[in-house]
């Protein structure tokens, strides 16, 4: 409880004194002080702002941005990094490594052995549906969801019957939704949970006084345990644009995994972490559950990987550039925004360059047009390097998935961007499982036959002046897309 009274205070204090260089400011376009004490202002901004870069993983295009910025406009740059600048937070990190901690203590830590791994990937989201269902009421003590977006339509409103209805039966539900991408949500359509005695809790809201930290930082994690020995995760979120009993023409093409055994209690452990950030309990509240150690259900080892700014290195990142290095044969990448920061991009160039097989696929056209225009020269840079470069055609891919030398497998929430790698909570497991990479592969095998190899990405040629603004402007502004 001390790690989360001490992240309040530090907010508290921050807001004040971003605050007070704010009123500096207006006092000085007002005449009201001297001359040496505004200097003393625009410097300390300039130096908070150059701490914060100092942290961050900065790429030229990054520092043309703020540099200037926090030259000319000190205080209103200061004022935009403490909402949106910054990649970790320290308090938050203690209480992660508190949780840990107390997990060892219980018990080994977590172990990633003896799972059993099935794939969720149908082309409208039905089976993944199907499995929330089955787990749902067949939950015996608790269950435990976390999603960045909970939709006010049928899909999103059936999910919140099912966990009321097994709330009133006496089983412990707790549900976490990300204060933006829920935006509204819960006050509407939760009632009905918390009524039943269910738990709903807003991940980090945007005001400063209420949320922990940056508002930029976003819980994209999608989690649900059951009972701490069966999980699922992936990028599908709870809607009908993930998920449905029928097919619809504007649903996403995305996949989830399910993972039986030991590395469900992990995931389950990223989960508490966190709710206690969320709601300020302690974790010493969930001594039970991080003792609990789930028989093995399976063979496969499901390493997970939790990233985000309450971590102290970057393991989502660390993961990639460590494969990445190593990688003698293949590469294949799914994703639908495809923004790496400049150490992954060089990593991917050097090896299709050095005649590994590269492949990227992504959709056609997403959902963040920007995204789209930021990913163009990253895409021609690596076409003309060797690179196979697919694009998908019939829907908006949603999917995240990553093979190296189809012996290592990369499944989760977060995108190849600078998002998902340095700014938000993000969930992943590595998989080394022969089946579970047959499986996989043989789904974007069938993505592929659905994908063209040229679009307005790879064209190089003279192009629309507003295209070439759109596309330099992406590059800068690519670290908060």
């Given at each position: 409880?001390?790690?989360?009274?001490?992240?309040?205070?530090?907010?508290?204090?921050?807001?004040?004194?971003?605050?007070?260089a704010?009123?500096?400011?207006?006092?000085?376009q007002?005449?009201?002080?001297?001359?040496?004490?505004?200097?003393?202002?625009?410097?300390?901004?300039?130096?908070?702002?150059?701490?914060?870069?100092?942290?961050?993983r900065?790429?030229?295009?990054?520092l043309?941005?703020?540099?200037?910025?926090?030259?000319?406009?000190?205080v209103?740059?200061?004022?935009a990094?403490?909402?949106?600048?910054?990649?970790?937070?320290?308090?938050?990190?203690?209480?992660?490594?508190?949780?840990?901690?107390?997990?060892?203590?219980?018990?080994?830590?977590?172990?990633?052995?003896?799972?059993?791994?099935?794939?969720?990937?149908?082309?409208?989201?039905?089976?993944?549906?199907?499995?929330l269902?089955?787990?749902?009421?067949?939950?015996?003590?608790?269950?435990?969801?976390?999603?960045?977006?909970?939709?006010?339509?049928?899909?999103?409103?059936?999910?919140i019957?099912?966990?009321?209805?097994?709330?009133?039966?006496?089983?412990?539900?707790?549900?976490?939704?990300?204060?933006v991408g829920?935006?509204?949500?819960?006050?509407?359509?939760?009632?009905?949970?918390r009524?039943?005695g269910?738990?709903?809790?807003?991940?980090?809201?945007?005001?400063?006084?209420?949320?922990?930290?940056?508002a930029?930082?976003?819980?994209?994690?999608?989690?649900?345990?059951?009972?701490?020995?069966?999980?699922?995760?992936?990028?599908?979120?709870?809607?009908l644009?993930?998920?449905?009993?029928?097919?619809?023409?504007?649903?996403?093409?995305?996949?989830?995994?399910?993972?039986?055994?030991?590395?469900?209690?992990?995931?389950?452990?990223?989960?508490?972490?966190?709710w206690?950030?969320?709601?300020?309990?302690?974790?010493?509240?969930?001594?039970?559950?991080?003792?609990?150690?789930?028989?093995?259900?399976g063979?496969?080892?499901?390493?997970?990987?939790?990233?985000?700014?309450?971590?102290?290195?970057?393991?989502?990142?660390?993961?990639?550039?460590?494969?990445?290095?190593?990688?003698r044969?293949?590469?294949?990448?799914?994703?639908?925004?495809?923004?790496?920061?400049?150490?992954?991009?060089?990593?991917?160039?050097?090896?299709?360059?050095?005649?590994?097989?590269?492949?990227?696929?992504?959709?056609?056209?997403?959902?963040?047009?920007?995204?789209?225009?930021?990913?163009?020269?990253?895409?021609?840079?690596?076409?003309?390097a060797?690179?196979?470069?697919l694009?998908?055609?019939?829907?908006?891919?949603?999917?995240?998935?990553?093979?190296?030398?189809?012996?290592?497998?990369?499944?989760?929430?977060?995108?190849?961007?600078?998002?998902?790698?340095?700014?938000?909570?993000?969930?992943?497991?590595?998989?080394?499982?022969p089946?579970?990479?047959?499986?996989?592969?043989?789904?974007?095998?069938?993505?592929?036959?659905?994908?063209?190899?040229?679009?307005?990405?790879?064209?190089?040629?003279?192009?629309?002046?507003?295209?070439?603004l759109?596309?330099?402007?992406?590059?800068?502004?690519?670290?908060?897309?």
């Amino acid at each position: 409880m001390a790690v989360f009274l001490e992240s309040g205070r530090f907010v508290r204090s921050a807001t004040l004194a971003l605050l007070t260089a704010a009123a500096a400011l207006a006092a000085e376009q007002a005449g009201l002080l001297r001359d040496d004490v505004m200097l003393a202002v625009r410097i300390g901004c300039q130096a908070y702002v150059a701490l914060r870069l100092a942290r961050a993983r900065t790429s030229p295009a990054y520092l043309l941005l703020w540099g200037p910025l926090a030259w000319y406009l000190p205080v209103g740059t200061a004022l935009a990094f403490f909402l949106l600048g910054g990649r970790k937070h320290t308090a938050l990190a203690e209480s992660k490594k508190e949780i840990n901690r107390m997990a060892r203590g219980l018990g080994d830590g977590p172990r990633f052995d003896g799972n059993r791994f099935m794939l969720l990937g149908d082309q409208h989201g039905l089976d993944t549906l199907r499995e929330l269902r089955r787990l749902i009421k067949g939950a015996a003590r608790r269950i435990s969801v976390s999603t960045y977006i909970l939709a006010d339509d049928a899909v999103g409103r059936e999910l919140i019957r099912l966990l009321a209805a097994r709330a009133k039966e006496g089983v412990e539900v707790r549900l976490l939704v990300d204060a933006v991408g829920s935006f509204g949500i819960p006050l509407r359509l939760c009632g009905q949970l918390r009524r039943a005695g269910g738990r709903v809790a807003r991940f980090n809201p945007v005001l400063p006084t209420r949320g922990k930290g940056s508002a930029n930082w976003r819980n994209h994690r999608k989690i649900a345990v059951f009972d701490g020995t069966t999980a699922i995760i992936g990028g599908q979120n709870l809607g009908l644009r993930y998920m449905g009993d029928r097919p619809w023409s504007r649903r996403y093409r995305d996949c989830s995994f399910l993972i039986e055994g030991p590395s469900a209690a992990a995931i389950e452990h990223v989960f508490l972490a966190d709710w206690c950030q969320a709601t300020d309990e302690s974790p010493s509240d969930f001594r039970a559950q991080l003792d609990e150690r789930p028989d093995a259900a399976g063979r496969t080892r499901v390493e997970v990987i939790a990233s985000g700014p309450d971590c102290e290195g970057d393991p989502l990142w660390e993961t990639y550039e460590r494969l990445f290095s190593n990688c003698r044969r293949s590469i294949t990448v799914v994703t639908p925004y495809f923004v790496p920061d400049r150490t992954l991009f060089t990593l991917l160039v050097s090896a299709a360059r050095a005649g590994r097989h590269v492949k990227v696929m992504v959709p056609r056209r997403s959902d963040h047009r920007l995204l789209d225009f930021a990913r163009r020269w990253r895409l021609r840079t690596l076409s003309e390097a060797g690179a196979e470069i697919l694009f998908f055609k019939p829907d908006m891919l949603h999917a995240k998935i990553t093979v190296v030398d189809d012996e290592h497998l990369i499944v989760g929430s977060g995108n190849l961007d600078m998002r998902s790698l340095f700014l938000n909570y993000e969930i992943g497991a590595l998989i080394r499982d022969p089946q579970a990479l047959a499986e996989t592969l043989s789904l974007v095998s069938a993505w592929e036959a659905e994908c063209g190899r040229v679009t307005d990405d790879l064209r190089r040629g003279v192009r629309p002046l507003a295209e070439r603004l759109l596309e330099a402007a992406s590059k800068v502004a690519s670290p908060f897309l």
